[in-house]
């Protein structure tokens, strides 16, 4: 694998470019991380707007010069055309800085930006934190009783779960207030942790089992116990929002795509974001979010990119200790979201993105779909 630095600027609606462009690099590089954004005075270019830059780092197995190659579709799908730079115009411009240690671009490289950009980016990557993973499993369920206990191809719910989580970080737990889904994970060599019964909220029952655990964690994982298809490039994208040293709280997002239906988009019960230019949750919502004023609703998937909550959160250890101490706000008995409560309390939760559409097991016809699902996978 070979680390790559590239760097995106606009001086156009810079917002609107570079979330654009920042959907189409995780798609292509999904554990790519970003630096923080600069803003600079204009070079060589007519238009007095200032410019908006940022770095990003990826490992990759591509050619530079296929890389170069993406990176100029990337630009084109975002909407550059050749007559902008002749107007002084840049919607987004991305450019492979340094290929495998390799300088690229070498009338670039000294600029401030740009060295500040890699600086960050490599102190960022030699912060190696730990991460732990922790799946709350209850047996009772209103829909689905025992359903960590329930056989997919073979295997029980939660050692699906278990086996896609501990791949990837540094240890894993499933925690739990039933004797029968301890029994199991133990059958299969899996590590569990008893708690109470009284438990609310999963966060509460993550925070209880950390406390019993013992090693050296920075960040603790909460995965739900009823995705067996959680993806790696799910939980990577949820640790490097750690690489911000202001994260406090981390989630997932999924873009809609712009075909889906407004029905789909309306559906109280899969949970709406909007997030800030610096990938951080500013409200989260059952309703549609934002309003987009003055266009039909049939297409406003066309003209804005709405963000579906997954339900995937990790917290700093101190942070996990401090919210699970606090009330319930009026905005979360209001929506029915603990995560407003957060926002509310003024912790900052950052965002990482992920296109996959995994499926959670919430009643038997789910997991009928997860079979079918798992038959379509092992047929390639």
């Not at 800085?97 to 930006?113: F, M, T, W």
């Not at 603790?220 to 790696?232: A, C, S, V």
Request: hydrophobic share 35%.
């Amino acid at each position: 694998m070979r680390s790559c630095f590239i760097c995106l600027g606009s001086n156009y609606d810079a917002p609107y470019y570079f979330k654009k462009a920042y959907q189409f690099l995780i798609t292509y590089f999904p554990q790519i991380r970003f630096s923080s954004l600069e803003t600079t005075v204009p070079i060589d270019y007519f238009n007095p707007s200032p410019f908006n830059n940022q770095m990003a780092l990826f490992e990759t197995d591509k050619s530079a010069i296929e890389i170069e190659t993406i990176l100029k579709q990337i630009e084109k799908n975002c909407g550059r055309i050749k007559s902008d730079k002749d107007n002084g115009i840049v919607r987004i411009d991305i450019d492979l800085i340094i290929y495998d240690n390799k300088v690229l671009r070498i009338n670039e490289i000294s600029r401030d930006y740009i060295q500040s950009g890699i600086a960050q980016l490599k102190a960022l990557n030699n912060n190696k934190m730990k991460f732990i993973g922790i799946i709350p499993a209850r047996y009772a369920s209103t829909r689905f009783p025992a359903k960590p206990l329930a056989i997919l191809q073979g295997k029980t719910v939660i050692q699906r779960v278990y086996e896609q989580v501990i791949e990837i970080l540094d240890d894993a737990y499933v925690a739990t207030d039933d004797e029968r889904i301890k029994d199991v994970v133990e059958s299969f060599n899996g590590k569990v942790i008893m708690t109470s019964t009284e438990h609310k909220s999963g966060t509460d029952r993550c925070y209880e089992a950390f406390t019993k655990i013992a090693g050296d964690y920075d960040v603790i994982i909460n995965i739900q116990g009823d995705e067996p298809f959680i993806q790696h490039t799910q939980l990577q994208s949820i640790k490097d929002c750690f690489l911000d040293a202001e994260t406090q709280i981390a989630t997932l997002v999924k873009p809609f795509s712009n075909d889906a239906l407004i029905e789909d988009i309306e559906n109280p019960n899969s949970p709406k974001v909007v997030i800030n230019n610096n990938h951080q949750a500013l409200y989260f919502s059952r309703s549609v979010i934002p309003y987009l004023r003055g266009i039909e609703k049939c297409d406003w998937t066309k003209h804005h990119t709405f963000y579906k909550h997954i339900g995937l959160y990790a917290y700093k250890k101190e942070v996990l200790k401090e919210i699970t101490s606090l009330p319930q706000s009026k905005l979360e008995l209001a929506e029915s979201l603990e995560q407003l409560r957060w926002l509310e309390n003024g912790y900052i939760i950052k965002v990482g993105f992920t296109d996959i559409e995994t499926i959670g097991i919430d009643t038997p016809e789910d997991l009928h779909k997860a079979e079918l699902f798992l038959e379509k996978q092992n047929h390639g």
